[in-house]
C-alpha cells in the first residue's frame, strides 16, 4: 500500500481541546496520523502533524475547506501542505542593510544557478528598511519594506505577503531581525538563516567582534535553520577561514562575508533538492541524494589534516629490516 505523507501544520493559541479537534476531524477522514509534535513558545502554539492521507475518504479540496473552517472555529491557523505542494522553488529573500548575500542569491537565480535543475525563483525581496530597494529593483524584483522606520517587522504584513507570493522556502539573507514564533512556527524547516561565525559559537550580534575579541585563529560562518532559538537552529553547512595576527574586525568581515554568500547558496540549493533531512535536531545528507553537498572545508584542507597519531592506535613506524644471514 502507498503512502502520501502530508504535513498539516496548526499554529494560535494554547486552547485545552485543540488537538483532539484537529485529530478527530482527521480520523473522521480516513487520514492516519504517522507522527505528531507540539510546542509553545511565548504563548503561541504550535503543533505539526504527518499523515497518510493516501486512503482518505475525502478530497483535497474538502479536506482544506474543513481544516480551515475548524481554524476559524478555534481561532487558529491551519495550513496543509501535500506531497506535491513541496515541489515548490519560490523563495522570499529577506533582506536589512547588507548588500553580498542578497546580490549573490539574486545573481545566481538570473545565470539559473540558484537550484540544481535552474527552475528556482525569487518573486519578492522583502525587507525591514528600505535600504536595498534599488538592488531589488536592479534585478526588475518587487520590493516591500515591512519596517517601522527603526527596523522592527510588521510581521502581520510580513505573513500576508508570504501566502501572497506563495511562499515555499523564506532566505534570511542578512535579515537582522529575529522572527517571533508567529512566523518560524509557520513555516518551520523552510526558514534558513545565514550567521558570521561557526555555531554554536559566538551566537547573537556582532559575531565577527567577538570572533576578534576572542582572539581566534580560525572563524567561519555557518548556514542553518531557523528555530524559535537564537542561531541554535540545526546546521546544513559551514565555511572555515584564517585570522592574521593583529586582524581588526573590518578584516575579518572582508574574509568572511564572501564565504557567508558561498554557504548560504550551498543550502539553499541542498534545500531544494531535497538533498537533506533534519532529525531530532541535526541535518543529514539524504543518501539518495543528487547533490554532491561540501558541508564543510573544502577538499584540499581535509587532505592536509594529520590522520595520526590517535589515542590507542600504533603510529606507523618504518617496518626494521631483517638481519642479516649467512
Request: hydrophobic share 40%.
Amino acid at each position: 500500500m502507498s503512502r502520501e505523507l502530508t504535513e498539516i501544520t496548526v499554529v494560535g493559541g494554547d486552547e485545552t481541546g485543540l488537538i483532539a479537534r484537529v485529530t478527530s476531524l482527521l480520523f473522521e477522514r480516513g487520514i492516519n496520523i504517522e507522527g505528531l509534535d507540539q510546542a509553545v513558545r511565548d504563548g503561541v502554539f504550535r503543533m505539526t502533524t504527518q499523515v497518510d492521507t493516501a486512503e482518505m475518504t475525502t478530497s483535497r479540496g474538502e479536506l482544506r475547506r474543513a481544516l480551515a473552517e475548524l481554524g476559524r472555529e478555534l481561532d487558529v491557523d491551519i495550513q496543509v501542505r501535500f506531497p506535491s505542494d513541496r515541489d515548490g522553488r519560490r523563495i522570499a529573500l529577506l533582506v536589512t542593510a547588507e548588500t553580498h548575500v542578497p546580490e549573490a542569491m539574486l545573481n545566481a537565480e538570473a545565470n539559473g544557478e540558484l537550484s540544481a535543475d535552474g527552475e528556482a525563483e525569487i518573486p519578492v525581496v522583502i525587507g525591514n528598511r528600505g535600504d536595498l530597494r534599488s538592488l531589488a529593483e536592479s534585478y526588475d524584483k518587487p520590493f516591500y519594506d515591512v519596517g517601522d522606520g527603526s527596523g522592527s517587522t510588521d510581521e502581520g504584513r510580513l505573513l500576508d505577503l508570504l501566502a501572497e507570493y506563495d511562499i515555499d522556502l523564506v532566505a534570511l539573507a542578512r535579515y537582522m531581525r529575529i522572527l517571533s514564533p508567529e512566523v518560524v512556527f509557520r513555516y518551520e524547516g523552510r526558514i534558513i538563516n545565514v550567521h558570521p561565525s561557526l555555531l554554536p559559537a559566538f551566537p547573537g550580534a556582532e559575531a565577527y567582534r567577538q570572533a576578534k575579541d576572542a582572539g581566534v585563529r580560525i572563524a567561519g560562518v555557518t548556514a542553518h535553520y531557523v528555530t524559535t532559538d537564537l542561531d541554535q537552529g540545526p546546521v546544513i553547512a559551514q565555511r572555515a577561514f584564517n585570522v592574521p595576527d593583529g586582524a581588526d574586525v573590518a578584516e575579518i568581515k572582508r574574509r568572511g562575508q564572501p564565504l557567508e554568500a558561498d554557504v548560504f547558496l550551498e543550502a539553499v540549493r541542498l534545500h531544494l533538492a531535497d538533498a537533506v533531512v533534519v532529525h531530532r535536531g541535526t541535518v543529514h545528507v539524504r543518501e539518495d541524494a543528487e547533490l554532491e553537498p561540501r558541508l564543510g572545508l573544502p577538499t584540499a584542507a581535509s587532505e592536509a589534516t594529520p590522520e595520526e597519531p590517535v589515542d590507542g592506535e600504533p603510529l606507523g613506524r618504518p617496518e626494521t629490516p631483517a638481519p642479516e644471514t649467512d
